[in-house]
């Protein structure tokens, strides 16, 4: 039994979750304030809107398995935790900042581009997805956005631009990682 999957998920005010039927499963999607999102999910997990009996202020969302098999029992917790970070993200969006350490390093956003500057011989151009906010102040690089996940691969996608390196510890590092760092030559 999925000690997550189990669990009621209750639906703030303001957010509104819908499901549909689709070819390839169940489309959940939610709108909020912050956006609205929409995922597919498989037909072996059944996924049922309903009012909670307590006070009755919003509604909540169910899971239960189809089959008592191990995929079936594997996609419940998963699913039940994409719902309740998708109720989340449109109530207030994730946030990440990553911090860029260099001498002559820099970072800018131009429309809807970011252009750093990495120490190579030409300048880094990243396109910004739809959905996501970009901000540079001072090489401080923050990304924020409704979808946890497309904001946690779009962080990463930048950081590996030009991870930092463990003897200056220059490069792209996220907020409040610890970087080893390495001792140089020993001069005899």
């Not at 998920?9 to 956006?35: D, E, H, R, W, Y």
């Not at 899971?63 to 309740?84: E, M, Q, V």
């Not at 500057?117 to 959905?131: D, E, K, N, Q």
Request: hydrophobic letters at 35%.
């Amino acid at each position: 039994m999925s000690r997550i999957g189990k669990q009621e998920i209750l639906i703030p005010t303001g957010v509104k979750v819908t499901q549909s039927a689709s070819s390839f499963g169940n489309t959940v999607t939610v709108a909020g304030p912050k956006g609205t999102l929409s995922k597919v999910f498989k037909d072996d997990i059944t996924i049922a809107i309903t009012d909670p009996a307590k006070d009755g202020a919003g509604k909540a969302v169910n899971l239960n398995i189809k089959r008592n098999d191990k995929f079936s029992k594997s996609l419940w917790g998963t699913y039940a935790s994409h719902i309740k970070n998708m109720i989340a993200g449109v109530e207030t969006p994730y946030q990440k900042k990553l911090i860029l350490e260099g001498v002559g390093f820099k970072s800018d956003v131009k429309g809807k581009e970011l252009h750093f500057a990495l120490g190579f011989s030409h300048p880094v151009i990243v396109s910004i997805p739809a959905g996501i906010t970009a901000t540079a102040e001072k090489n401080i690089i923050t990304i924020s956005g409704a979808d946890k996940e497309l904001v946690g691969s779009f962080t990463a996608a930048i950081r590996a631009l030009k991870k930092p390196e463990p003897y200056k510890g220059k490069g792209m590092r996220y907020e409040g990682e610890v970087i080893r760092r390495k001792q140089g030559k020993k001069t005899a």
